[in-house]
């Protein structure tokens, strides 16, 4: 039993962050198009596509998910949290080198090919992972915007082993566990008013009107710490009920696939229904429609790791190839698209393409140019640093 409660591979948690991926570039993509005059059906693929931006809340969920495994086998056998050293090193080896050299390389063409200058703040910030606790460094560079993630997930890595540490040490059973955590998640839920009414930017060049501070300034301090790591925690919650499940040495079982066909659907209709793309929810003041969007998605990562046909259709060959790529084609795909926008189609802009067609090809170069620098990155930075650090030959690293 200590093999499968510890095995960090969860069925179709390879599905789903290729879809997170997806959504993101799809999202990106989406803005480039102006959808007056369009198909009934190209303009529900713009809208659907505008709100992908869930997909950052989904990587959020994924991570806390598989990064917390480990931990909570750990608890639920009875044994010595695990090492937080290797902890630390696996999750250096993972983002650093891959994020440093993007860093890098944006701020290099930044100066020499698009003349835009170099700020030692922003880049500094970013090196260091703490870009997105202010508005003038949220952004690390002009041409690769989401970048601003990084930092705030590197923050969830600190943070997720003191929270769990504190709960492996004082809860004495798996229900003690699961109210630690809740009473986590909603102590933190209680904060986010007090965040946003002590740290709300002036008004001052307040916008995407006035640029990417500006457009900072819009989204600070609701894209704050406290609502992040709480879609972390949820994905930490449902490691906790996946580990639970296999103690118990839970089937795979059909009812499973019909909870995530429920809270997929249930997820999609919230995000239709509530989510204004690139503004908080007027009702929980939060990205992404958090906490209720990750809530449905944690759901769907419980149900799909036991489902029958559910996962298998999820971890097919071509999902489970773009979720190893999936963080070189985030790191990538902005800066693909600014060079096009910049460079070569000068209405490659918000709103800016008139002809569909020419949007789907660009999409479609977009996509595949991404998928190529990430397959590079992958094979000649990633791989053989995550080799080098875990004694591996094939490192399979889905978080």
Same mark, same amino acid.
């Given at each position: 039993m200590s093999k499968e409660l510890t095995k960090s591979r969860l069925a179709g948690a390879d599905g789903l962050r290729a879809i997170a991926c997806l959504l993101v570039v799809w999202h990106h993509t989406a803005q480039k198009l102006n959808p007056e005059g369009v198909s009934p059906l190209v303009g529900a693929l713009h809208f659907l596509g505008m709100r992908g931006e869930v997909g950052v809340s989904l990587f959020f969920v994924l991570s806390g998910c598989l990064l917390s495994v480990p931990f909570w086998a750990s608890f639920v056998e009875?044994?010595?949290?695990?090492?937080?050293?290797?902890?630390?090193?696996?999750?250096?080896?993972?983002?650093?080198?891959?994020?440093?050299?993007?860093?890098?390389?944006?701020?290099?063409?930044?100066?020499?090919?698009?003349?835009?200058?170099?700020?030692?703040?922003?880049?500094?910030?970013?090196?260091l992972f703490i870009n997105s606790y202010?508005?003038?460094?949220?952004?690390?560079?002009?041409?690769?915007? $989401?970048? %601003?993630? &990084? !930092?705030?997930?590197?923050?969830?890595? @600190?943070?997720?082993? +003191?929270?769990?540490? *504190?709960i492996f040490k004082t809860a004495k059973s798996t229900a003690f566990a699961f109210a630690g955590l809740i009473t986590t998640i909603v102590a933190l839920q209680a904060l986010n008013p007090l965040i946003i009414q002590l740290f709300m930017t002036d008004?001052?060049?307040?916008?995407?009107?006035?640029?990417?501070?500006?457009?900072?300034?819009?989204?600070? $301090?609701? %894209?704050? &710490? !406290?609502?992040?790591?709480?879609?972390? @925690?949820?994905?930490? +919650?449902?490691?906790? *009920?996946?580990?639970?499940?296999r103690s118990?040495?839970?089937?795979?079982?059909?009812?499973?696939?019909?909870?995530?066909?429920a809270s997929a659907l249930g997820a999609i209709l919230l995000v239709v229904v509530r989510l204004t793309p690139g503004a908080p929810d007027t009702?929980?003041?939060?990205p992404y429609v958090s906490p209720f969007f990750a809530l449905f998605m944690s759901v769907a990562l419980v149900c799909g790791s036991h489902s029958v046909y559910v996962s298998r259709a999820l971890d097919n060959r071509v999902f489970s190839w773009l979720a190893k790529l999936s963080f070189g084609i985030y790191l990538w795909h902005m800066v693909v698209i600014e060079i096009i926008a910049r460079k070569f189609i000068g209405n490659y802009v918000y709103s800016g393409l008139h002809d569909v067609w020419q949007w789907v090809l660009i999409s479609a170069i977009v996509l595949a140019t991404s998928i190529a620098i990430a397959a590079a990155s992958w094979r000649l930075l990633e791989s053989p640093i995550l080799q080098a650090v875990r004694g591996t030959k094939r490192p399979e690293m889905k978080s």
């Open positions: 009875g044994k010595a949290f695990p090492s937080i050293k290797r902890y630390a090193t696996n999750r250096a080896a993972r983002i650093a080198p891959a994020f440093w050299l993007n860093l890098i390389i944006c701020s290099i063409l930044g100066v020499t090919v698009f003349n835009l200058g170099f700020n030692w703040q922003k880049f500094s910030s970013a090196f202010n508005y003038s460094t949220f952004f690390p560079t002009e041409i690769n915007g $989401p970048l %601003w993630s &990084i !930092g705030l997930e590197v923050s969830c890595y @600190l943070l997720l082993p +003191l929270v769990l540490y *504190v008004n001052d060049q307040k916008g995407w009107q006035f640029g990417m501070d500006g457009g900072a300034k819009q989204w600070l $301090p609701y %894209w704050n &710490i !406290g609502s992040f790591f709480t879609q972390f @925690l949820i994905g930490s +919650l449902a490691a906790l *009920v996946i580990v639970q499940l118990k040495q839970t089937a795979a079982n059909r009812l499973f696939d019909l909870g995530f066909i009702f929980t003041q939060q």
